[in-house]
Structures are given as C-alpha cells and as structure tokens.
C-alpha cells in the first residue's frame, strides 16, 4: 500500500550486537509494519466467495466498542491522498479480537474495484465511531427474532448471529437471505451451518437458528422473492412457525430500498411498528447500500 513505512527492529534485545554476531543479528531481524494511513488498521486475512463478493478481517482498534449489527466507515487513500470511505457493517461479533466485513465488488465502483485487490498485511481506514439501528437494543423484547436480507445485507446479520446475547434474548432466530444465484448465498450458508458445533456459542445456538435461502435467477429449493414466500405464507409453513405477530415476532430489515420498503409494508400489515436507538418497537430496517 502507498507510503507505508517499515522498521526494522531485531528481535532479540538481550543482548547487545556486536561485530562478532553482527552477521546473525542481521539475519534475525524481522519487519515491523508502522501503520501511516490516518486510523490505519491491518488486514489479516481475504476470502474470496464469488466473482463478485469477498470477506476479509482486519486488526480491531483497541478502542473500538460497537454493538453487534452496527457498520462503520472504511476505506482506502485515494492517488490525491485524501481517504475514500464507505459505510460498512461489521460481520463479526462484538467480543471477536479482530473485525470482519463483507464486501461486494462493485467493477467500476470507486472504493470496491480497489478494495477486492486487498491482501494479507495490507492496510485499511477504519474510523472507530459505530452507529446503526439493526441493533437488539431498539426491538422491545420478543420470541423470535427475524432476519430478512438480501445480498451483502447479511453482513450486520453476521454479527448478531455470532452474539451470545441474541440467544439469551430469543427462543427463536431466523435468517432469510436472497440471493440472485446459489453461489451468492455461501457467506450465510456457511456460518450457520457451523454456528450449532461453534466450541463457544453453540450450546447456546442449539436448535434455534433457522436459516431460509432464497434465489431468484437460479433454481434451488426456495426459488423466488422472500417477500412473495412471507406473502404466500410459504416461509412459515416451511419453517413451522407461525406468522408474525406484535407480540411475539421482531424482524429486522437489510436490503435494496425496494426490498426494506417491501418488507415495511409486511410487517406493518401485521400490526409491527418501527423502532429505534431512542424508541425500541417491533421492526428495524436499515438500507444494504445507497442507490
Ligand atoms: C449503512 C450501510 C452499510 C453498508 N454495509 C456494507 C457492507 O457490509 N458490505 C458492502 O459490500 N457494502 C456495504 N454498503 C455499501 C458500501 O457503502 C459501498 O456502497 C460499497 O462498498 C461500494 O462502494 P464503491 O465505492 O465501490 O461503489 P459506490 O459508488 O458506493 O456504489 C456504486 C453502485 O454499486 C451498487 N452497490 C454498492 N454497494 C452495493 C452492495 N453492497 N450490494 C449491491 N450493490 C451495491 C449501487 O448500485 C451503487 O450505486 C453499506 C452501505 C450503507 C449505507
């Protein structure tokens, strides 16, 4: 990455060198990277789901306390060495060392045809100052928890679904995810087929978790829109449960603008209102990205 500095520290400091041991010192010092971007933060790992999507985990800024669900600012410099940010949901949990997010690639898109280049010891901008409303704290408290997202959408998802506390607080936690094509849905199909064996939350987990997929331009087992399979019915009569209520049921919303505004509409023909931060209720929505 563009002006990174790198010092070189030896590793040992028992002793000091010499000319006879000169030659070995030399030979043990190893590369200490000095982060130089403003609120720098190292990338320690990159998967690469699809063509079009891509996941990676940076250094957690030993400051950084967010609420699982909440997104940030990242980013890169860009050539005139004024920082490029988007908002991002943090995919990992609260408690997790280290941040994980979820990005698309967008082909022409400023900040995504640099990012999806990013590599191990790389390093990105990441201004520590959380917000969002797809957190537990704005929903008052229920039985089931819903989940409804499209594409990266299921990044903040990620993160509540990794939060011990999202267990504590609901019998039951459903995620639906759609996705054009089976290949796009890997990222959720993944972490909750691992979730129930996870060695620190899975007791808790246990049969809980419910996990929906759809797709909508591939056949697979729920073909089609989840706003025509909560419409239908279908969703609830695969999943045993039962439909939503303003007592039992909280969702929350992270898609396209058309899909929020389509699954508003759902929610609030069964009686659930919006919450927020300030005033929890029965639904919360926040938008996957910015038309
Ligand atoms: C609250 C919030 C949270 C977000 N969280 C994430 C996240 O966790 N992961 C993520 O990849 N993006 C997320 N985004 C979108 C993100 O901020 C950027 O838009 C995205 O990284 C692309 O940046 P860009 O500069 O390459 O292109 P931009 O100029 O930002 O976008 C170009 C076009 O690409 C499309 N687009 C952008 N983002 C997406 C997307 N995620 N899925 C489908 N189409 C998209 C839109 O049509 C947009 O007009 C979030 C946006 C908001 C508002």
Request: hydrophobic share 35%.
């Amino acid at each position: 990455m563009k002006g990174r500095r790198e010092n070189l520290k030896p590793c040992s400091r028992k002793r000091p060198p010499n000319r006879l041991n000169a030659t070995k010192d030399i030979m043990n010092l190893q590369v200490v990277k000095t982060p130089t971007l403003p609120d720098a933060q190292s990338v320690t790992s990159v998967t690469h789901w699809t063509d079009t999507l891509f996941s990676f985990r940076v250094t957690r800024p030993q400051s950084l306390r967010f609420r699982s669900g909440e997104f940030v600012m990242i980013g890169l410099l860009k050539d005139d060495g004024k920082p490029l940010l988007r908002a991002y949901s943090i995919a990992s949990p609260s408690w997790d060392e280290e941040l994980e997010f979820y990005s698309i690639k967008v082909p022409d898109g400023p900040l995504t045809s640099r990012l999806q280049k990013i590599k191990k010891g790389d390093e990105i901008i990441l201004r520590p100052k959380p917000v969002g409303t797809l957190v537990l704290d704005a929903l008052l408290p229920g039985k089931r928890l819903w989940m409804i997202c499209t594409g990266t959408g299921v990044a903040p998802f990620a993160s509540l679904l990794r939060d011990p506390e999202t267990y504590e607080a609901y019998d039951q936690v459903i995620l639906a995810h759609t996705c054009r094509m089976k290949a796009e849905l890997a990222y959720g199909a993944e972490l909750t087929a691992a979730l129930p064996n996870d060695p620190l939350i899975g007791e808790l987990v246990g049969d809980k978790l419910h996990y929906y997929p759809t797709t909508t331009r591939e056949p697979s087992q729920n073909e089609g829109r989840i706003t025509d399979h909560i419409r239908s019915g279908q969703v609830f009569e695969t999943l045993g449960l039962p439909q939503w209520t303003p007592t039992e049921d909280r969702v929350m919303i992270c898609g396209s603008i058309a899909l929020n505004k389509d699954i508003m509409a759902l929610c609030e023909a069964q009686g659930l209102t919006e919450g927020a931060n300030s005033k929890p209720a029965e639904f919360v929505v926040e938008k996957a990205f910015v038309d």
